[in-house]
């Protein structure tokens, strides 16, 4: 079976993992991997999540299986979260899935079943896993404009004419905030603009919303995704807990469908739970559980949207400082955009060569395409990277 076979590529953010793991110099600074980090440099488990971990130790009694879908109260939860008022309880289906990938799996695999000739409309750039499991379906991949190199923002004109493109049924993949790698958000005009083309077109919104609260504010963030869930009779949505909960490891995400109505609602929750069921059968319920937890009770929730706002306003922070020192490394505004952009990753403009130079002669990782995770610069590296970024960039 594996004599002959050919072997995957591998992912070369877990490649930059291991280089930096084997690399000894003292100064040595990790932007590549998308977990955020404190400014000393760690990835703490949430204090919100250590007490609802404790509570759940304390009462809970059964670990026999839940639902195909996940349990209720988790996808009434994560509703809210998401959804706010937007859309009325009865068109909304929804699975907990393993992370937000596995709720992006789960809604492609979907579309490929129901739909097999709809094409998904990709940013470009866009995370290298939204293509590469869109080809591992075998479902059509088209690209729209989105970033402009030139100006490190939004290739405005060049996205709305590539998404009037789209066919009926079509999925157009929109990331929810701050876009990964480009950093560049979308305005509420933005969005505006994007839903008359979709009603239009009659193409479906299809929403991967892997960091909200990590931008603007949880509503700001989650804006965009409620105005087209209340303009158009079908939204799906990709949620995922690993990063505003800083729950990775232990993968919780959720598919969400907006559908036309009970009718189509009924459908979906029927779809969603048959795909889990093929799949893997049950959802991770632990995470599900710790975020559920969190949100049906004020005080928790007080205390996670805390600490969840000192993340943000830290990578803010951060965004400025570094975009203010990279002004005075390079005498211009070149990197002015850093510090507008939001979210964890930027892209800096640099050359694969130049990010090998980054990491080869200042012990700095970026991944190639030049995308850097601006919340792993601490405080102290900040100086230092900035620069290295000017002599290898400038
Ligand atoms: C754009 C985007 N979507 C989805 C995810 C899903 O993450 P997870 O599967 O860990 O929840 C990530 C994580 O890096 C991401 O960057």
Sequence with gaps: MFDAVSLPETDQILRLMAIYAGDDRPLK???????YRSP??????????????????QNQNTKSYVGLAGDPAFHGAMRSLVLGDAVPVGRVAAAAAPGGTGAIRQILEMTKRLTP????????????????IARYLGLTIRTYRYYDAETGGLDRAGMMADLSAAAPGDLVLLHACCHNPTGVELSLQDWQAIGATLETTGAIPFIDMAYQGFGNSLEEDAAGTRLLAGMLPETLIAASCSKNFGLYRDRVGIAIAVTSGETAQGAAQAMLAYFNRQNYSFPPDHGARVVETILGDPILTDIWRTELRGMREGMNATRAAFAEALRVETGSDRFGFLGSHRGMFSLIGATPEQVDRLREEHAIYVVRDGRMNVAGLTPDAIPHVARAMAEVLI
Excluded: C, Y
């Design 29 to 35: 600074v990790d932007l590549g991997v998308g977990v």
């Design 40 to 57: 000393d440099g760690r990835t703490p488990v949430m204090a919100a999540v250590k007490q609802a971990e404790q509570r759940i130790w």
């Design 117 to 132: 000739d709809a094409a998904v409309w990709l940013s470009d750039p866009t995370w290298p896993n939204h293509s590469s």
